[in-house]
């Protein structure tokens, strides 16, 4: 098999494709050849060893995938090899092939490609955990989304347009704010240009929300933070997904105070973890509206297995517009 291995933590750029033996099936196992591997922020934490979970080295890096089943235990059962499978599987995933067990696996819907799916698992499941349980969505709700280009930006749009909720998208390239209207944002706010007229962020949320934000979803953190906080209506919700911009910000108490706000947090990695039963319904929830044609996810872009450092550098050098996905052809 050939695999991006990660045998010291280091600069993504300096990650190399390597042969490896095959690692064998086993019983109770599938072994998947992997057509697309999704390239998540998260990924590019673990190689630089700055993720809250640092895992033995070496590894192989990549937290989800999508691929045939070529070999399939003689106890699993469900399975058989040919079917479409995507995975969430933490590290292994920027390879030709990976060997899962049979409960990690998912059907993929027809509707998605290889690298929908491989590339949808983690922003979704996000997202809709934040706009089902954690708080609650109505329709005549205006939605302000941060980093609305990238994963879990995208993923929301997706998500509050199918509840039939107002969405403001905010990005930092007439690139990104372009895809954003592709994707049926109602308004967009340039955040590259925000403040250049004298004009804050939270005017700018105000003006183009007739008033303030319902919901402000912010993964990117840093500066944004407290204008999305002070953007929010009367009982508006500020939902503190990720600080993509490595800034983690604090934030003034009386702000929450004032209009009765809320701020609340969103962990949906842990949440999945601790609640495997429960994120299982949550994915078939997900991928029940995608059969039903309410969410679609972005077609990403492919790249090569061996271009995995150029992508993960890129993602962090804001460079990505909308999603990645690594492939590995056939030789
Ligand atoms: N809480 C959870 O359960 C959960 C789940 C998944 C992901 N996350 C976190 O959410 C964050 C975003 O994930 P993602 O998959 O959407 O990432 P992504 O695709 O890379 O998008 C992040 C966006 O943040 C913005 N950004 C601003 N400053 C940045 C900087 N210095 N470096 C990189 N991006 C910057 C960029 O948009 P502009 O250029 O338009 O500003 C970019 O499009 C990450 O921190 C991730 O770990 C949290």
Redesign the pocket.
Known sequence: MRAVMCRELVDPEELRVEELDNVPCGPDRVRVRIWASGV???DA?FVQGQYQIKPPLPFIPGSEIAGELTEVGPEVERWEVGDRVMASVGLGGFADEIVLRADQLTRIPDRLSFGQAATMG??Y??AW??LTRRTVLRPEDWVVI??????????MLDVARSFGAHTVA????PE?LQLAIERNANAVID??DAGSDGATMRARIREVTDGGADIVID????T?TEEGLRGLREGGRLM????????IPTLPANQVLLRNRSVL???????ALGHPAENAALLGEVLAQVDAGALEPVEPTMVPLEDAGTALRD????R????VALESRAR
């Open positions: 998540n922020y998260v934490l983690q922003s499941c996000t955990f934040t941060f980093g609305a280009a990238g994963g879990v930006g995208l993923a905010v990005a930092s390239s990104k955040s590259s993964p990117v953190g840093g944004l503190v997904i990720g600080f993509a911009s490595g800034s947090g969103v962990d949906w990695g842990a949440w993602l962090i050098e804001r990505v517009v909308g999603k």
